[in-house]
T-cell receptor, first 114, second 111 residues
Framework: DGGITQSPKYLFRKEGQNVTLSCEQNLNHDAMYWYRQDPGQGLRLIYYSQIVNDFQKGDIAEGYSVSREKKESFPLTVTSAQKNPTAFYLCATTRGGANTDTQYFGPGTRLTVL | EDQVTQSPEALRLQEGESSSLNCSYTVSGLRGLFWYRQDPGKGPEFLFT???AGEEKEKERLKATLTKKESFLHITAPKPEDSATYLCAVQANTGRRALTFGSGTRLQVQP
């Protein structure tokens, strides 16, 4: 069964804790992305990676960190430095192509700070 | 800075009542414009990509069109199962291939 998996579906964090969100894909896509979605707002880019062992900051990277050690995996760590982490987090991948890069999304992780 | 504005924020239709959703954009060289459907608590589902002004794409009751400044998602004779949030996004013709999203239009179709 091919696709993008994110885990966990729901995550609760206490103040001062770091938490890691998982994103795995078996689509053999090169590029992977992390977005954050707040109620009534569009998706905002946190980090992206176009190849293994390389990643770039997006528009709202402060308080987050990532790694890309394997093509299939792009975990996101939400650190205690992130002031308002409660949100819906979405991972996406890109197949790549001649004209443009359609992004396909995982099911998301909802993070709540207690 | 790339920007995407969607209108209306919310739309309520009766089943069978056709309408259009608007996506206005500014981008430094358009590489592609994307439409997604998102159900509550789920990830966006890809619908269409449009590349150049004048292009149109259709899928069941949905038809997307593109001009140099905006895109429309036309919904013909909608059904209750078309109820969702519809997201528009643009990709610029730069090295960074991430998308810039609008805030979406929440569509509710009543039987």
């Amino acid at each position: 069964d091919g696709g993008i998996t994110q885990s966990p579906k729901y995550l609760f964090r206490k103040e001062g804790q770091n938490v890691t969100l998982s994103c795995e894909q078996n689509l053999n896509h090169d590029a992977m992305y992390w977005y954050r979605q707040d109620p009534g707002q569009g998706l905002r880019l946190i980090y992206y990676s176009q190849i293994v062992n390389d990643f770039q900051k997006g528009d709202i990277a402060e308080g987050y960190s990532v790694s890309r050690e394997k093509k299939e995996s792009f975990p996101l760590t939400v650190t205690s430095a992130q002031k308002n982490p409660t949100a819906f987090y979405l991972c996406a991948t890109t197949r790549g192509g001649a004209n443009t890069d359609t992004q396909y999304f995982g099911p998301g992780t909802r993070l709540t700070v207690l | 800075e790339d920007q995407v504005t969607q209108s209306p924020e919310a739309l309520r239709l009766q089943e069978g009542e056709s309408s259009s959703l608007n996506c206005s954009y500014t981008v430094s060289g358009l590489r592609g414009l994307f439409w997604y459907r998102q159900d509550p608590g789920k990830g966006p589902e890809f619908l269409f990509t449009l590349y150049s002004a004048g292009e149109e794409k259709e899928k069941e009751r949905l038809k997307a069109t593109l001009t140099k400044k905006e895109s429309f998602l036309h919904i013909t004779a909608p059904k209750p199962e078309d109820s969702a949030t519809y997201l528009c996004a643009v990709q610029a013709n730069t090295g960074r291939r991430a998308l810039t999203f609008g805030s979406g239009t929440r569509l509710q179709v009543q039987p």
